[in-house]
């Protein structure tokens, strides 16, 4: 299985090979190298390339076979997205996410709180938040896992897309 195929089916993986320092997720590569290609093409020894597969069959095991799912919303960013709906006075609201253009590869992701719905967009709702998603941003966005994390240079919301082609070298923007 490739590494494109692995993160087509298992959005959950991207995290541990990003986090392992494998970004290949979203490069040309991705579509042709095994995981331990892919590894080994890192420099990675036998016990990197067994904590990795564990860390991503533990990240599996907890998100499941998201390809059929339509979103995701992890426990934390649901937390979070409460958290910030409170300090807004925007109770009942959801998090409106979209593909714009922007950045150096082309598309990149538009947040907004959102109290109104239309007509073609989707609603989710998944522990305890709403996350709306016009329809035809919807068949990009399907698959995707949406999480809060906090690193030393901030916190914010991150999304795992299994539809992304490929990336820049900052994570902030896709094709």
């Known amino acids: 299985m490739t590494i494109g195929d692995v993160i087509r089916k298992y959005p959950a993986a991207i995290e541990p090979l990003q986090d392992a320092g ?3 997720v979203g490069c040309h590569v991705s ?3 095994t995981l331990e290609q892919g590894f080994k093409g890192h420099g990675m020894s036998d016990e990197e ?3 990795v597969i564990t860390s991503i069959n533990k990240a599996i095991a907890e998100y499941g076979d998201m390809a059929e799912k339509d979103l ?3 426990k934390k960013a649901a937390a979070k997205l409460l958290q910030i709906l409170r300090e807004n006075n925007k109770e ?3 998090l409106r996410v979209a593909v714009v253009p922007g ?3 082309g598309s990149q992701y538009g947040l907004e709180l959102d109290g109104a719905t239309k007509e073609d967009d989707k609603v989710i709702e998944e522990n305890g938040v709403k996350i709306i998603i016009s329809g035809e941003h919807m068949a990009f966005l399907k698959g995707s896992k949406i999480d809060f994390v906090e690193t030393l240079h901030g916190g914010g919301f991150r999304i795992s897309n299994p539809n992304v082609q490929s990336s820049c070298g900052c994570g902030q923007s896709f094709h």
């Open 92 to 94: 009942g609201f959801g």
């Open 22 to 24: 494998v970004h290949c």
């Open 72 to 74: 995701l919303v992890t």
């Open 103 to 105: 950045g150096c590869s």
């Open 49 to 51: 390339v067994d904590a």
């Open 31 to 33: 579509y042709y190298e």
